[in-house]
């Protein structure tokens, strides 16, 4: 589908878990129940600073829909994707 940037935050965290958080969050739809999907850094958990994941797990499906990046691409996606940029999702 076709989507556009509809909002960005510095940082934030998981609804449903307010201990996983992550950086450079660029919000472009919404999943089935209502959460934001976007392109973000790999989570981690704010009580002590550990990735949930790892570099080796990005690209598998283990998110509800977001796109886990590595922090590098993360930040360069939030620098490039202002309010409005154009997301095309192919599957």
Excluded at 15 to 41: L, Q, S, T
Excluded at 50 to 60: K, N, P
Aim: charged fraction near 15%.
């Amino acid at each position: 589908g076709t989507y556009s940037v509809f909002s960005r935050s510095r940082r934030t965290c998981a609804y449903g878990n307010p201990y996983v958080c992550w950086g450079y969050m660029v919000r472009f739809a919404k999943g089935p129940g209502g959460g934001n999907i976007g392109f973000h850094e790999i989570p981690f958990d704010s009580r002590t600073g550990q990735r949930v994941q790892s570099i080796s797990q990005l690209g598998q499906a283990l998110s509800a829909g977001c796109v886990r990046q590595s922090t590098s691409d993360a930040v360069y996606m939030w620098n490039w994707a202002g309010l409005g940029t154009k997301v095309v999702v192919l599957a």
